[in-house]
């Protein structure tokens, strides 16, 4: 069984909110609004491996979904600025529904399947960051300390290389996979015998051409049912 989940798939900011985020327009359609194509890709996946799938429906500018709420990134540079109440309420309303459709989610998959149950979190990222450009179309986010997980990211990796295609694929690039984000919580939450995540990161300069972009969803579908 595998779920399928996309924390940045929108930039929208629900109703009262919108004053606050006058002024922000155009920050709203830049990745720090939400994860350039990762919403499409996710959804493409979904189509073709009929798994559950779950996405944000608010911006990360408002709330950041893969992030634990004592992380300091959670929250934007404007939505720091609200008051306690405020914030309890954008917690209570839409990070902590987010985030228990997912746990509960995986403990259905898991108590009706006899086999581990494999999470899909899919992400875009940057193709410069910091003045540095970085050096893959695809990377794999996860824990080489689980069996289970080091074991599927060699097997993708693996596949990939007996493959003909023009793209380059890192292990934990352009972030390490233990770093704070929902399937590291998921980790917290089930054993290395049930679960398995993955953070699977698209480059938004290898997305911004549309046979490339084509190319490598597909390329990554064909893995993934490999």
């Not at 990377?139 to 993708?156: C, H, N, V």
Request: aromatic share 12%.
């Amino acid at each position: 069984q595998i779920l399928l989940t996309c924390e940045h798939a929108v930039n929208t900011i629900p109703n009262d909110f919108q004053p606050a985020y006058a002024a922000h327009h155009n920050l709203l359609n830049t990745h720090r609004g939400y994860d350039l194509g990762a919403q499409d890709i996710a959804r493409h996946l979904t189509q073709h491996l009929h798994m559950p799938y779950l996405e944000a429906d608010v911006s990360r500018l408002l709330i950041d979904y893969n992030r634990s709420l004592s992380n300091r990134h959670c929250l934007s540079f404007i939505s720091k600025a609200f008051d306690a109440p405020t914030k309890e309420k954008l917690a209570h309303t839409y990070y902590l529904p987010y985030r228990q459709r997912v746990f509960d989610t995986l403990e259905s998959l898991i108590k009706a399947s006899s086999e581990p149950i494999l999470h899909l979190a899919i992400h875009s990222f940057t193709p410069v960051f910091k003045e540095i450009t970085r050096t893959a179309d695809l990377g794999f986010l996860y824990d080489p300390s689980r069996p289970l997980e080091k074991q599927i990211a060699a097997t993708w990796c693996q596949w990939l290389s007996q493959q003909t295609h023009p793209f380059k694929y890192r292990r934990n690039y352009p972030y390490l996979g233990t770093s704070d984000g929902l399937t590291t919580t998921c980790r917290k939450r089930f054993g290395p015998e049930v679960y398995a995540g993955f953070e699977i990161e698209f480059n938004q300069g290898t997305m911004e051409h549309a046979h490339a972009r084509q190319a490598l969803v597909e390329l990554v579908l064909r893995m993934i049912q490999a």
